[in-house]
T-cell receptor, first 117, second 113 residues
């Protein structure tokens, strides 16, 4: 079974509108972390936002917010007021304990967001 | 600037050749890792290290070796390159393995012909 599932291979949004990118996860680790990364066409991986499993509040970073629904095991990324520069691939990732003192960061397959003018 | 430095940025190898992808960080991070990115597959973990002298296998370790002799460096070795190893390789580091932020290098695009 996949640890991280991103069901939207591609998404389109009009400039200035909000968009939600879906992410569901599966883990038995009670102390996990969830991340979103942006990968523009230039290829670098840019950290956007982090949510810890025990965090009571949804994480926010500027125009990015993470809609964390723990019971549903979902961690959707919401981008408000989309900009043309938001066009990129977006990856959801989960950090979970993997034994000893080790942790693993596992990625979903990504969602390609296109912002239309 | 502080960060994760990967070299080279691009490399073409012939099948059977060996090479080392370099990764260095100057943030005193304990945790370092290598991923490969293939179309439609996301990023998959190859090897990781929780500190100098300690390494472990990730999801797709076959064909790759690593070592961690210093906190700063975490090289990835391809002993006998195969076309299936054509990919983009990313190195990432974090203050510790259970941290809330992982910094990625800019990637190495490797082609094996």
């Amino acid at each position: 079974a996949q640890k991280i599932t991103q069901t939207q291979p591609g998404m389109f949004v009009q400039e200035k509108e909000a968009v939600t990118l879906d992410c569901t996860y599966d883990t038995s680790d009670p102390s996990y972390g969830l991340f979103w990364y942006k990968q523009p066409s230039s290829g670098e991986m840019i950290f956007l936002i982090y949510q810890g499993s025990y965090d009571q509040q949804n994480a926010t970073e500027g125009r990015y917010s993470l809609n964390f629904q723990k019971a549903r095991k979902s961690a959707n990324l919401v981008i408000s007021a989309s900009q043309l520069g938001d066009s990129a691939m977006y990856f959801c990732a989960m950090r979970e304990f993997s034994g000893g003192s080790n942790y693993k960061l596992t990625f979903g397959k990504g969602t390609l967001l296109t912002v239309n003018p | 600037n502080a960060g994760v430095t990967q070299t080279p940025k691009f490399q073409v190898l012939k099948t059977g050749q060996s090479m080392t992808l370099q990764c260095a960080q100057d943030m005193n991070h304990e945790y370092m890792s290598w991923y490969r990115q293939d179309p439609g597959m996301g990023l998959r973990l190859i090897h990781y290290s929780v500190g100098a002298g300690i390494t472990d296998q990730g999801e797709v370790p076959n064909g790759y070796n690593v070592s961690r002799s210093t906190t700063e460096d975490f090289p990835l070795r391809l002993l006998s390159a195969a076309p299936s190893q054509t990919s983009v390789y990313f190195c990432a580091s974090s203050y510790d393995a259970g941290g809330d932020g992982y910094t990625f290098g800019s990637g190495t695009r490797l082609t094996v012909v």
